[in-house]
């Protein structure tokens, strides 16, 4: 992951933020252009997120939802003041499926990928904050492509039951050694079809491993039984006019 030490406007913190700033050595851990993120390597290890105001308010509730079942970094204090969003995290031991030698040896990293996609997939769904991921997709769709007909002749049609991360890629997983220990941004997650994240997790591979030979190795961790050709290609599409 990277990080490089920096200086930090501690003062222009909400308060709860400054108390596990002021003692702690600043890093950019930055990799999106929608937030800048930092880690705080002080007393409490902790990553600390800013956004544009109401940014981060989904990540904050899901990253919460999913940490109440163990698997997920712990949310420390979600703040949206007249302009910005700020999300403090705990940090987990570990690195993500792209860093800490996990590219390494590729056979294994898609093997434990598909197997902790699948223990996502098996969370209780009472209580998410999210509950109706691909209606909230398919308009996001409908609001970036006025044509939606290419959806409209596809076999397979989705199915809303487990909870869903919803950008399943390797920088989105933390582990130490192959050895899961948290889902991180989380904020296109909620209750969706399982095929919307096995599609990105396919993606993912693909491009981090330069291969495709690694796919039924993931699909069978994750178990071909409960996959659903027509569905994964529906969301497929779909992830493709959400992009």
């Known amino acids: 992951?990277?990080?490089?030490?920096?200086?930090?406007?501690?003062?222009?913190?909400?308060?709860?933020?400054?108390?596990?700033?002021?003692?702690?050595?600043?890093?950019?851990?930055?990799?999106?252009?929608?937030?800048?993120?930092?880690f705080l390597d002080g007393t409490v290890r902790s990553y600390l997120k800013l956004?544009?105001?109401?940014?981060?308010?989904?990540?904050?509730?899901?990253?919460?939802?999913?940490?109440?079942?163990?698997?997920?970094?712990?949310?420390?204090?979600?703040?949206?003041?007249?302009?910005?969003?700020?999300?403090?995290?705990?940090?987990v031991t570990g690195e993500d499926g792209v860093s800490g030698g996990h590219l390494?040896?590729?056979s294994k990293l898609a093997h434990v990928f598909g197997e902790y996609l699948r223990l996502l997939h098996s969370l209780p769904t009472t209580g998410c904050p999210y509950p109706s991921r691909t209606a909230e997709m398919l308009a996001e769709a409908?609001?970036?492509?006025?044509?939606?007909?290419?959806?409209?002749?596809l076999k397979g049609s989705p199915v809303d039951d487990v909870i869903i991360h919803g950008d399943y890629c390797l920088p989105n997983i933390i582990m130490e050694h192959y050895q899961f220990k948290g889902f991180i941004d989380l904020g296109s997650g909620g209750i969706g079809d399982r095929h919307y994240d096995l599609y990105w997790g396919l993606w993912t591979l693909a491009y981090n491993l330069k291969t495709d030979q690694y796919k039924d190795t993931f699909l069978d961790a994750y178990g071909k039984a409960d996959i659903n050709e027509d569905r994964l290609e529906f969301c497929s599409v779909l992830a493709n006019l959400v992009e």
């Open 1 to 38: 992951m990277k990080r490089v030490e920096t200086v930090c406007n501690i003062e222009a913190l909400p308060l709860i933020i400054q108390e596990y700033a002021k003692a702690a050595r600043i890093y950019d851990s930055s990799c999106s252009e929608n937030a800048r993120t930092f």
């Open 51 to 91: 956004g544009k105001k109401g940014a981060l308010e989904k990540e904050s509730r899901m990253m919460d939802f999913v940490s109440r079942e163990g698997l997920a970094p712990k949310v420390i204090a979600y703040i949206s003041d007249v302009s910005e969003d700020y999300l403090l995290m705990e940090a």
């Open 104 to 106: 390494d040896n590729p």
């Open 142 to 153: 409908q609001n970036k492509h006025a044509d939606m007909e290419i959806l409209k002749h």
